[in-house]
């Protein structure tokens, strides 16, 4: 039989999609020919499935040879389809039987010595061949704790096409996964660690209970990034839908964790304000590859220094910030990958940055605005709280009076508020204040009565509130009742959710 077929899976995106690798040994001059819309990578596959073979002590056929990978209309990037087009080239030239690999994905690179190397992306592309109906797959033993993630689905390893072919021809066993380790104990930094700086605590507070976006302006060392750092520390695990998309994507960007298993804790990431475009929101040659923006999905993105930035980098934020997605377009085609996550930012308030703050600033008028410019208005309408810290005093600095609230006791606050908020949103599947549609909130029964919200109509009348800023309000607003305990937000959690909003508010503690 000079004709042979085997399974395997590509991704565009987050989204995996079944491949069919034929292979077709005719007479003719010795060649290798791959159709079906390759990659470069995976061009060069040729050499390596070649060397691999031989090297693993099969004879290679001397014979014309096609690869094809179907659906050839979708492009396939990458090392992953390796030992699959082998597996189906040695099918082809009758060393292997090929009833052995029916109905069963293999994945994986070959080295030059025969040896199957781990690849990006396992995870979402086990999770495609069970959609499709797939129940057994062969991977990577590097990978092999990764796959057996999805449900379902029966696992093996290999480590080498000398022990996939042994296999196939009934003459060895391939490998087990490997089991799974015991979860490590949550680290990272506490919230007890912060000095002073209660309405920053507030404000991380409430921006944790629901799922908004912060803004915070002050001096240096007043404690911007010891806050936004611990921000993590307040949100819950993820539930197992988050889990899988945010472990896919960590899979994709080759980030994840050795062990494999699902990624519990919600992702952090920092860029430095030197990042690209590229780095940011995603980017890359051919099929664009997820950037930090992504890699925060479900977490917290934190943008320190953010003036730093180049103006091209934040305003691409802009619209991700709305959707919850990051689109990119190519010439070889689109790519989409999922982008729901709290961002942080944090700026000096000027370019001296005087760490006694404003009153001893030595910059002028127009540096002050032209530097704080670079946030610009549509930008900062997308972040819902915005505050302004202050320095910190002697006295906040080294006082005994014991330790600040832990993050322990806050998340419990906010898990509380998160509960309450998607048992009242759950009939629509929101999990949060934040991802509530603006009209859901104006329309009864969840329309505040006209006295609460009287103020922030007159700002929508005046022009100094936009449409933007009066829904994001009423989502604060919403935020605040979770965490007292209330069932619908009051008049005075709408004017502090508009204190929070405008860059005035006062810590209430400080008002009792």
Partial sequence: MSYARVLCVGLVGVEGHLVEVEADLSPGLPAVVLTGLPDTALHEARDRVRAAVVNSGQSWPNRRITVNLLPATVPKHGSAFDVAIACA???????????????????GELGLDGAVRPIRGVLPMVAAAARAGISRVIVPLGNAREATVVPGMT????????????YVRGEDRLLEPPPAQPPQASGGP?????????????????????GHHLAL?????????????????????????SALEVTALQSIAGVLPPDGGLVRRPPFQAPHHSASLAALVGGGSGLARPGALSLAHRGVLFLDEAPEFANATLQALRQPLESGRVRLARARGSTEYPARVQVVLAANPCPCANPAGDQFCVCPATARRRYLAKLSGPLLDRIDIQIRIQPLSAAQLM???????????????????????????????????????????????????????????AGLDRGSLSARGFDRILRLAWSIADLDGRDRPTGSDVHEAAQLRMGEAHDRRDQT
Wanted: glycine share 10%.
């Fill in 399 to 457: 006082t005994t009076t014991g330790p600040a609230e832990s993050s322990a006791l806050v998340a419990a606050r906010v898990a509380e508020a998160r509960a309450a908020a998607a048992e009242r949103w759950s009939e629509a599947g929101w999990r949060v204040n934040a991802e509530v549609p603006g009209s859901h909130l104006r329309r009864p029964p969840w329309r505040l009565a006209a006295r609460d919200t009287a103020a922030l109509r």
């Fill in 89 to 107: 080239l040695l099918a082809g030239a009758g060393e292997l039987p090929p009833a052995a690999l029916e109905g069963v994905v293999v994945l």
């Fill in 190 to 210: 506490d919230l007890a660690d912060v000095a002073g700086q209660e309405l920053g605590r507030y404000a991380l507070e409430v921006a944790a209970a629901g």
């Fill in 155 to 166: 696992v093996r390893g290999v480590d080498s096409l000398h022990r996939l072919v042994a």
């Fill in 217 to 241: 302006i002050g001096p240096p060392g007043a404690g911007k990034t010891m806050l936004a750092e611990r921000l993590p520390s307040l949100l819950p695990e993820l539930d197992d839908t």
